[in-house]
């Protein structure tokens, strides 16, 4: 795996390219509920969007408000690819080990901006 990128919105699109093709491959073995699957792309790859609508960003207020929301979906990414880890009966475990080490990363850097933009 090449080292991860730097730019917060090439890392979040990286995430959800990965988090895409984890999630096409756990959905044709037709095990993991397909409504789990469908919540972990829709809140994983909505990081990338907000930070991509970040990056342009009108005011300081406007960047707080999308970097807060990408930070809010990757919380609950986070939260849905605990629930396909903890059924056990993911097919590839190491992936979902990688993919969870990147939104570890993605939640850690979220973290700060936003408490750097709300001056904390």
Same mark, same amino acid.
């Given at each position: 795996?090449?080292?991860?990128?730097?730019?917060?919105?090439?890392?979040?699109?990286?995430?959800?390219?990965?988090?895409?093709?984890?999630?096409?491959?756990?959905?044709?073995?037709?095990?993991?509920?397909?409504?789990?699957?469908?919540?972990?792309?829709?809140?994983?790859?909505?990081?990338?969007?907000?930070?991509?609508?970040?990056?342009?960003?009108?005011?300081?207020?406007?960047?707080? !408000?999308?970097?807060?929301?990408?930070?809010?979906?990757?919380?609950?990414?986070?939260?849905?690819?605990?629930?396909?880890?903890?059924?056990?009966?993911?097919? !590839?475990?190491?992936?979902?080990?990688?993919?969870?080490?990147?939104?570890?990363?993605?939640?850690?850097?979220?973290?700060?901006?936003?408490?750097?933009?709300?001056?904390?």
């Amino acid at each position: 795996m090449p080292a991860p990128a730097r730019d917060l919105t090439a890392r979040s699109r990286q995430f959800s390219v990965d988090l895409c093709g984890f999630v096409e491959r756990e959905q044709r073995r037709r095990v993991l509920a397909p409504r789990v699957l469908d919540q972990v792309l829709r809140a994983g790859t909505a990081i990338g969007a907000h930070s991509a609508e970040a990056d342009a960003a009108i005011t300081r207020r406007h960047l707080l !408000a999308l970097r807060a929301g990408a930070l809010k979906e990757a919380l609950e990414a986070e939260y849905w690819l605990d629930v396909v880890a903890g059924g056990g009966r993911c097919h !590839a475990p190491e992936e979902l080990a990688s993919l969870r080490a990147q939104l570890s990363a993605l939640i850690a850097i979220l973290t700060a901006c936003v408490k750097k933009l709300r001056g904390q």
